[in-house]
């Protein structure tokens, strides 16, 4: 969610390591430029509580006021008994390497934004 409000992820650095860090230490900031609802606001620091037992469960987030218009589109709760969720190594493994692919993506982006932005800066000056 934090991803599609603001379009990058909430912790960032430029290596794996440096991500994981920066999830465990730093502290989650909002990105200045945007104004974004408080009720949205709430619900991205709610999902983001690094301490799991703090952290709103997903019963919960789907009666958030900012997920159900303050009541007004409640959703529905499912009846059924839910298996709890098995998270395997593998799956780590995996969803980590797309994080770092990512990253590895957006970096490269810079530098390649910055490299034509100096190239247009320097035709301009030799005209």
């Known amino acids: 969610l934090y991803c599609f409000v603001f379009g990058k992820v909430p912790f960032m650095a430029p290596s794996l390591l440096g991500i994981f860090e920066s999830i465990i230490f730093s502290e989650l ?3 200045e430029e945007y ?3 408080p009720m949205l606001a709430d619900l991205l620091s709610n999902l983001l509580q690094k301490d799991p037992a703090n952290r709103i469960s997903l019963p919960l987030v789907m009666e958030h ?3 159900t218009k303050s009541g007004k589109y409640p959703l529905q709760q499912q009846t059924q008994q839910q298996q709890p969720l098995t998270i395997s190594e593998q799956d780590i493994t995996t969803s980590t390497r797309s994080i770092y692919t990512l990253i590895k993506a957006k970096q490269l982006l810079q530098r390649r934004r910055s490299k034509s ?3 247009s ?3 301009k000056e030799s005209m």
């Open 65 to 67: 006021p900012w997920v």
């Open 117 to 119: 932005l100096s190239f």
């Open 29 to 31: 900031k909002w990105d």
């Open 35 to 37: 104004k974004i609802d």
């Open 121 to 123: 800066a320097s035709v």
